[in-house]
């Protein structure tokens, strides 16, 4: 999203912005969401809308809570263990699925190029052979292009995405079914066109989906799957089953159900405890065990040995028996892993800041053109690629020795690996006993490719890795963004392992290290550069560990990968914050910096406020609706100097006066009755109340407090009947009046008590509105209705709604005083929407939301803090 350039004019969804860029400051820039043209940054936008994952605890929650013993407890948790087992169970065949059609297309795509490769070298007629695999790759990538048009989510890894979600973001249309669709047959179609992508980071996206459609038992693309489910209608369950889904998408990825787990903690969730622990990890153990149980009795006809855990696996690295001098690694291999990682690290942070440009480049020359250009652009991609593959594999590559191992299998390698290392051998142009080393590792599957660099006992010329390297970093880097689903673990593991291969093959061939077992140093190397990319460091730890069933390499593999994420972090951010950052999402960091102590919660709320009245007419609310784009709404009261003429005259005043008043003397008791417990001195608005020495009676003890609440004020103040709705006329003294805080009442909360006609009318008592229960609070969810698509004429606009049985009457509060270090970890910790800013009286001043908290925004008040000072 783009700022207004120059003078002119610019419109988005909810707002126009007219004038000078040059006139605004970087704090108004940063609060408008928009792109400082000096630095060329794109600011979090404000129109990302939060989740509720903080309960509301109203009147139809509290009729539930009554009726909820437990037996029913039980029974809920029953239903949540068994929701999730089945979500890792179709995570496993979502799995299942892909790896199944992505073989079945690659294996007739290179059966039929490498036939007519081998008979057109004797013939001269390699040119119809590139047109034969151009052929198969542009179909493919054109048909992975339309599946994105149709549901633009679909396009990338959807890693950034999930990630979002699990921060408490609301990203359009990632958890839909079509979009689960679409990034499945797309990615089917993607690595099969040839593309440098990978199925493994779309499968974590796929089990997100799946974690939050499974358990709601219907769908909004398909409507007429419908099932009347009651449980899981909120944000907050389907958070969790959103976390447990991701885990069970890396677990069918890589066979790491621990990793799995660890991925969904550490790069997804903003809230977390034991419980959930549990179930994500059985998710995940459900998703293993059933791509297990499939894939292996499929391809070995055994079924229930459970031999192929996951998509992807690395094999067993082994030295040869005949080999005593090998081994794994060594103490003074460690030095050597710490200096890859640090060049795994900068390698990182190279294609991190080249894909960012790149990225920048599309968001500004090929996005705001018509959609065919980004098939177009895909189609470019696969076309230099595909050229690339086949020329390198022809000209470039060298035939090497077969070792004897090679060629008759090794015990030592598990019976899969052999046949796969061996089977993957391409002897382009090459004699018998040869092989050709570059098409061995452009001519075949990517899986394939990294199984050759972890386990095969041939050689690999320095020359060949290292163009390899350079073709296939440029490449990757230069495909990640394209309009097609696309993974990045497995080319960063496959650049990577190259990599280390090459840094084996050179201190092997060049020092005289002897003892250096090759396949280590492959591990290592993609350790390092996927590292540098990615930036996780316990998951993907865990992750390379299950893959390679080796506990010895946890050592050298978390080393390698810390070293990488500290040497690419000095740079710049991971590649998945990155494109959070470029889509302009405000994701919420861990924590804050420790300068931003320096300001409080007054220094960044938002003090211009749109609220409601306890009791308020239906024109009001649909004007209040209408007319701002804010998601929840203060429920708050005034006070007036002549309450009693207004209560005469008007059945709504004397509503929400009333109101007001039994909140303002509840409260005062209370606090009454806890400084006389304490025997502490009271507060100054309850001097009087409590003073020994006053033998007034009760009533007139409460009646001397309102008024002292009362006068306390500022007067006089604005009459502002409850019918009228805040203006933008309002002066300053009008806008920012005292006004007592009593709850928050959500948009989609006031949009359903509307379309089901919750109102009264002014003849009558509030007592006889109709009531909702939770369920049908609750119907709607997760679309609700949209107050532009409401027929005003069925509504009477002088009918009043009373709100109070349904906002949240104690969210989560903080003073103007709190430092902001403590408003960022309650607003993080609990996952909440809106954070109201109330002062020691019970006035609202302020609201925070995910907007005020990024460190963007926050950098720029602290700014503001500085020259004020």
Known sequence: MAGCRGSLCCCCRWCCCCGERETRTPEELTILGETQEEEDEILPRKDYESLDYDRCINDPYLEVLETMDNKKGRRYEAVKWMVVFAIGVCTGLVGLFVDFFVRLFTQLKFGVVQSSVEECSQKGCLALSLLELLGFNLTFVFLASLLVLIEPVAAGSGIPEVKCYLNGVKVPGIVRLRTLLCKVLGVLFSVAGGLFVGKEGPMIHS?????????????????????????????????????AGAAAGVAAAFGAPIGGTLFSLEEGSSFWNQGLTWKVLFCSMSATFTLNFFRSGIQFGSWGSFQLPGLLNFGEFKCSD???????????????????????GLLGATFNCLNKRLAKYRMRNVHPKPKLVRVLESLLVSLVTTVVVFVASMVLGECRQMSSSSQIGNDSFQLQVTEDVNSSIKTFFCPNDTYNDMATLFFNPQESAILQLFHQDGTFSPVTLALFFILYFLLACWTYGVSVPSGLFVPSLLCGAAFGRLVANVLKSYIGLGHIYSGTFALIGAAAFLGGVVRMTISLTVILIESTNEITYGLPIMVTLMVAKWTGDFFNKGIYDIHVGLRGVPLLEWETEVEMDKLRASDIMEPNLTYVYPHTRIQSLVSILRTTVHHAFPVVTENRGNEKEFMKGNQLISNNIKFKKSSILTRAGEQRKRSQSMKSYPSSELRNMCDEHIASEEQAEKED???????????????????????????????????????????SQLVTLLVRGVCYSESQSSASQPRLSYAEMAEDYPRYP????????????????????????????????????????????????????????????????????????????????????
Request: hydrophobic fraction near 40%; proline fraction near 7%; charge should be positive.
């Open 207 to 243: 089990g997100s989906v799946v974690g939050a459609g499974l358990p709601q038992f219907q769908s909004i693309s398909l409507r007429k799957i419908q099932f009347n489910f009651p449980y899981f209608r909120s944000d907050r369950d389907k958070r969790d089953f959103v976390s």
């Open 705 to 747: 407090l309102l008024q002292q609440m009362l006068e306390r004020r500022y007067t006089p103040y604005p009459n502002l009947y409850p019918d009228q709705s805040p203006s933008e006329d309002w002066t300053m003294e009008e806008r920012f009046r005292p006004l007592t805080f009593h709850g928050l009442i959500l948009r």
């Open 786 to 869: 949209d107050i532009h698509d409401l027929d005003l004429t069925l509504l009477n606009p002088r009918m009043i709604v009373d709100v109070t049985p349904y906002m949240n009457p104690s969210p989560f509060t903080v003073s103007p005083n709190t430092h902001v270090s403590q408003v960022f970890n309650l607003f993080r910790t609990m996952g909440l929407r809106h954070l109201p800013v109330v002062n020691a009286v019970g006035e609202i001043v302020g609201i925070v939301t995910r907007h005020n908290l990024t460190s963007e925004f926050l950098q720029a008040r602290l700014r503001q803090h500085y020259q004020t000072i």
């Open 322 to 344: 005949s080999d005593k001098k090998c081994h794994l690694w060594t103490a003074m291999d460690l030095g050597f892993f710490v200096v890859m990682g640090v060049i795994g």
